[in-house]
C-alpha cells in the first residue's frame, strides 16, 4: 500500500491497514526523502511569497494563486519558460551554479535559501549516494568537554544538526533542565523533540511558535544538505506522525541560519529571562556546533543567569525526614 503523505511528508502505515503506524516497542519511523519533490516544493513556495510589484513586474488579470506565475520568473532569471519548467519540477541535474544564482535573484531568496537551493541541487549530482544511512554515534571529544566547563558565567551545549545535544556545562544543563529532565528513551537529548512533543515547551518558551519554526527550519536546512541521513529522515516521520503543529511548518519549506539570536525563557527556578545565542561550528569534528547562550552584562537576565548558576552548583538536598517531637535517648 502508497504510504500517506502529511504535508508533503511520507509516513510509514501498517500492512493491511490505512493507519498510520505509531511508536510502540522499538519504534521504527521512516520518511521518503525526494530530492526533486523537495525541489519542487521549494520553488513553488518561494515564488507564491513574490508578488508581481516586488519584482518590479506589471501584474495583469486575476491570479488563481498567490504569487509570481511560472513565465514570470524564468523572465527574471533570463531562461526559457520550459526550462524554468522543467526545474521546478526537481530536475536541476545539469543546471549551472549561474542559473542558480539567477533563480536566486529572481526569487529574492536570502542566505539561507540560496544555500538550500545550491544543496539540494548537490543532492541531485551522480555521485551522490541513494542509499539512506546512520550516521555513526557522534562522540564529543574530552577538550571540547573541557571547553565547555570553563565556560561557568555562561550556558553551552554541543549538538549536531538533527538537534540531538550531545554535551553541556553545568549551567547549559540548569537553563534545560526541564528538557533534560523529562526526556525519556535511549540516545541524546533532542531539542525538537521537547519543542513538539512536551507540553512543558510550551511554558518554557516564552514565544513557542517562534522557537517551533526556529527548530523546523533549521531540519528542513540539515535535510537539504543531507537528505540521506536515516536518523534525521527518522526524526522527522516520528515528529510528523505526532505533532500537527510540525506539519504545518514542515509543509511550508521555510529554511535559516541559526548562527546568533536572542530567545525569551520562563525558567522554573528563574523566571523570566533573555539570552543572547552564538553558534559556531567545530571544525575538527564535522556535524557538531557549539552555542553558547549569554545575558547582557549588569541586565535582570544577568543577575538570573547568575542566580541560576548558584543554585546549579548547589548539591540537592535530600527531602527532610519526619523527626520524633523528642531526641531518641
Known amino acids: 500500500m502508497e504510504a500517506p503523505t502529511h504535508a508533503g511528508v511520507t509516513v510509514p502505515v501498517e500492512r493491511g491497514t490505512d493507519r498510520v503506524s505509531q511508536p510502540g516497542g522499538e519504534p521504527s519511523y521512516a520518511v521518503i526523502v525526494d530530492t526533486r519533490s523537495e525541489i ?18 506589471t501584474s495583469y488579470g486575476s491570479r488563481r494563486v498567490p504569487g509570481l506565475r511560472r513565465e514570470e520568473v524564468a523572465v527574471l532569471a533570463g531562461v526559457s519558460v520550459p526550462y524554468y519548467t522543467r526545474i521546478e519540477r526537481g530536475d536541476l541535474n545539469g543546471v549551472s551554479d549561474g542559473v542558480l544564482e539567477a533563480l536566486t535573484r529572481a526569487l529574492q531568496l536570502d542566505e539561507a535559501e540560496r544555500a538550500h537551493l545550491f544543496d539540494l541541487a548537490r543532492a541531485l ?32 551545549f554541543v549538538h549536531n544538526a538533527r538537534l540531538d545535544n550531545l554535551a553541556a556545562n553545568q549551567l547549559g544543563f540548569a537553563l534545560y533542565a526541564d528538557m533534560f529532565s523529562r526526556a525519556t528513551g535511549p540516545g541524546p537529548v533532542n ?21 517551533a519554526s526556529d527548530v523546523v527550519a533549521v531540519l528542513r536546512s540539515a535535510a537539504g544538505r543531507d537528505p540521506h541521513d536515516r536518523d534525521l529522515s527518522d526524526l522527522v516521520g516520528e515528529l510528523s506522525t505526532q505533532s500537527a503543529e510540525f506539519r504545518i511548518r514542515w509543509a511550508a519549506h521555510n529554511v535559516r541560519f541559526h548562527d546568533t539570536g536572542t ?58 525526614q519526619d523527626t520524633p517531637d523528642h531526641p531518641q535517648l
Do not use: C
Open 263 to 320: 530567545k525569551d525563557f520562563h525558567h522554573p527556578v528563574v523566571g523570566d529571562i533573555t539570552l543572547t545565542y552564538n553558534r559556531m561550528d567545530l571544525a575538527a569534528d564535522p556535524g557538531q556546533a557549539l552555542t553558547i547562550w549569554t545575558a547582557e552584562p549588569g541586565s535582570k537576565s544577568a543577575e538570573a543567569l547568575s542566580l541560576l548558576g548558584s543554585w546549579a552548583a548547589t548539591p540537592q538536598q535530600p527531602e527532610p
Open 125 to 156: 549530482q551522480p555521485m551522490s549516494s541513494p542509499r539512506r544511512r546512520r550516521t555513526p554515534r557522534q562522540r564529543v571529544r574530552s577538550s571540547i568537554q573541557h571547553v565547555l566547563d570553563g565556560l561557568t558565567g555562561a550556558a553551552a
Open 40 to 57: 519542487r516544493e521549494f520553488l513553488t513556495t518561494r515564488r507564491a511569497k513574490i508578488t508581481p510589484e516586488q519584482a518590479g513586474l
Open 191 to 211: 531539542s525538537a523533540r521537547y519543542v513538539f512533543l512536551d507540553p512543558g515547551a510550551r511554558d518554557f518558551y516564552a514565544d513557542w511558535d517562534r522557537a
